[in-house]
């Protein structure tokens, strides 16, 4: 996503403007995908939506922000594998 996000100026700016929940929500969007492929499309999205004013990504129902049963995304396990 930094790469992305490095290699488009306007993007960039966009990104530097939204406070540090939206930027988390957009990574928490990206990140959060069934499909292995699905990260590399989202990120364009984002770069593309940023661009076009977006500050913040929809919340889908599976959004951690939105429904507590979700949490579980981010529990003791993942954390673990991401360390």
């Known amino acids: 996503m930094s ?3 490095q290699a488009d ?3 960039l700016a966009a990104w530097q403007d939204i406070t540090p929940l939206a930027r988390n929500n957009w990574i928490c969007w990206v990140t959060i995908v069934k499909k292995v492929d699905t990260p590399k499309e989202q990120v364009e999205r984002l770069v593309t939506q940023l661009k076009e004013g977006v500050r913040r990504p929809y919340c889908w129902p599976g959004c951690p922000h939105r429904n ?3 949490k579980k995304w981010f529990g003791p ?3 673990k594998a991401a360390g």
Do not use: C, F
């Open 77 to 79: 396990k993942k954390a």
């Open 3 to 5: 790469t992305a996000l």
């Open 9 to 11: 100026a306007k993007a």
């Open 68 to 70: 507590a049963k979700a």
